[in-house]
Each structure stands twice: as C-alpha cells, then as structure tokens.
C-alpha cells in the first residue's frame, strides 16, 4: 500500500498567487456576510462517492426575504432546476443546492420540505426549488441513487459561516476535473475601498475538463496529461462545472447575471473550451439589505443599487476567485477508487516549483 499523502495547502497559502485582488479573510464565499453552506458527504466502499452542498443566502426565512439573482447557462448540457423562474423574477427563494445529475429531484424535495416548514411559510403553495448538479458517474455508482431527501436537507440544517471544506466532500465527493480528482473549491475578493469595499465569494462544483492552465502555467501540457492528447480515452474534456456567486453588493438581477456571465472568465482560464458534454453554470445573488425583496412589501420599490460603471471591479473579482476556486478543488483532491476505475489527485508535489518559480 502506497504512503498516505500528507495534506496539501490551499493554492495560496502554498504560494501560487492568481489575479491582483485581494482575498477575504478566509478566502471562501462566507466571507460575503450572512452566507452560509452545508455539506453532506456519502461514501460507502468502492461504488458510492457522492453527496449534497447547500449555499443559503442569508440565515433568515428565504422564501419572505428573497434576494435578487442572476443566471447563465453557458453551455446547457445538464440540469439546473428551477433556472427558468430564477431569469424569469430574477430572484432566489430557496437554498441553492448541489448534487449528482441523477439526484436532482432528491434535493429539490429537500429544499422544498424545508421552506414550507418554516415559521410563516404555513400558506405557501409553491416553491422554486434551485438545484443545480454535475455528473460523478465515474468514481459513483450513479444509478443506485443513493442520495436521499434526508440528506440533503441536512446539508441544508447543518449551513454555516466560517471555513469551508473543499475537495472531495459534499456534492464535490465523486467529481473529475481535468483527469484529476476535482470536488468543491471556494475563494473570494475584497476590493479596496476606493473600488466600494464589496465583498465577492464563489463557490464551484467542479467536474470537466480540458487542458488544465494554473495561474498562467500549462501544467497539462506539461504534465503530458490533457484531454486532447489521447483523444478518445476516458479522459474528454467533457463533464459539467457550477459556479456560485455571493457579493454583498447592491446590484440588481440584471447586474448579477453580468456577473454572473463574468466567471467564465475564470473556468476559460482554467483551461476549458466548454466542450459539447460539459454543463456549464453560473448562479450570482446579493445579500444587500437595500436590494432584498421582502415578501408583502409595498407594490412599488426604491431600490439604491450601483451603476453600470461601477460593476468593473466585481467583474475582475469574480473572474480571478472563480479561477482559484477551481484550482483550490484540484489542490484539495485525494486518490479515489471509484465505481468505473480510480482517480488519481493532482500531484501538487511536483507542479508546485512550476506555480512558484520566479521566472515562470
């Protein structure tokens, strides 16, 4: 048996500096005030790796204090569930949750048990649940379903602030990105006071492919390990990345699906072409109290949200913490023998010196 791998620090810690921003205290979506997330991990021997991830927007009653949203399907092959009414009223009313494609309906059961059982929510006849999902099918046997309605409104109960776990944990648990084990990953910007003071967090699922690029670097390439080098093995570029975005910027839905737009940025930069089979997402919402939509408020709104001309900056962070989001999920891999064969982690051991070195 090989020797356990000692546990690898996140990207920056480790050195490997992406963009020019600064990161929030803990680098994380939960940096954006109010923010919460929750993981449920299942694995069970060689065939289940999966799980459920939950980001609630603020700690209250989401449903009587909605919170304007944003959404971009990018590349629409997958399932985003409840995607339509989100462009349509361009707003949230449920925890976002992700998961594996074949447990979809599971978690919007979840999130639709749990709004209708909070206090003042006894008359509500409809919810939007927002679900969205990549395809673990590889390392999990993905037809057995085994996610349950259970799980995931833990995952939901069990939200909190604070650090985050990344890697192979909640519904990051089975996914691949670039030949490696990928999973959950999150960073954050803070942007001076000059640019408005705004926090942005982002939290990704990440789970396709491409020739993977860190921080500038073709470690693809150099790895000699890339979808297009053997093309026809297990290893497309195909599969499905979720972003989602918090700032505690007053922005209205429309600003956020600009936003929203914007982290593809990132995912290019990571080293994808958003191939045919890849699902491609991006949720963004504010938590401002000026652009929150309580539930039985007057008919008319005065809404203070920024300008256009002042969107610039997020449109940076949110391209720069997407981007280091995805490399944090691949930094915090592990080896996996899954279902259909074993995933190796990302062996940051030797590219590292690349990341780091001066004259790169």
Known sequence: MAAPVPPVERARDAG???GVLEPGPLNAITDVDGVKVGHVTIEEGKDIHTGVTA???????????RVPAGFVAFNAFGKFAGSTQV??????????????????????????DWTLTQSGNEAVRSVNAVVGETNDGVLNDIRRRRVT????????????GGAIAEGSVG??????????????????????????GYTLGVLVQSNYGGVLNIAGVPVGVKLGRHAFAKWGDRDTADGSVVVVIATDAP???????????????????????????????????STSPAVRREEGSAPTASVAEL???ALSPLFQAVAEATEEAVVNSLFAGKTVEGHRGTIERLPVETILPWLTSEDR
């Open 16 to 18: 490997v500096i992406i």
């Open 55 to 65: 980001i609630l927007p603020h700690g209250g009653n989401l449903f009587r204090s």
């Open 87 to 112: 462009v349509e009223l361009g707003e949230t009313e449920t925890p976002i949750l992700l998961t594996n494609t074949l447990n979809v309906p599971e978690a919007a059961a979840a999130a639709i």
């Open 149 to 160: 309605v259970a799980d995931a409104r833990r995952a939901i109960e069990g939200a909190t």
């Open 171 to 196: 519904a990051g648990t089975g996914t691949v990105a670039f030949g490696f084990k990928g999973g959950i990953g999150t960073a954050s910007r803070k942007l001076a006071s000059t640019q408005g």
């Open 251 to 285: 922005l209205s839905d429309r600003n956020l699906r600009r936003i929203a737009e914007r982290a593809f940025i990132g995912i290019g930069r990571t080293g994808s072409s958003f191939s045919n089979g890849s699902g491609d997402y991006a949720i963004a919402f």
């Open 307 to 309: 300008r256009n001309e």
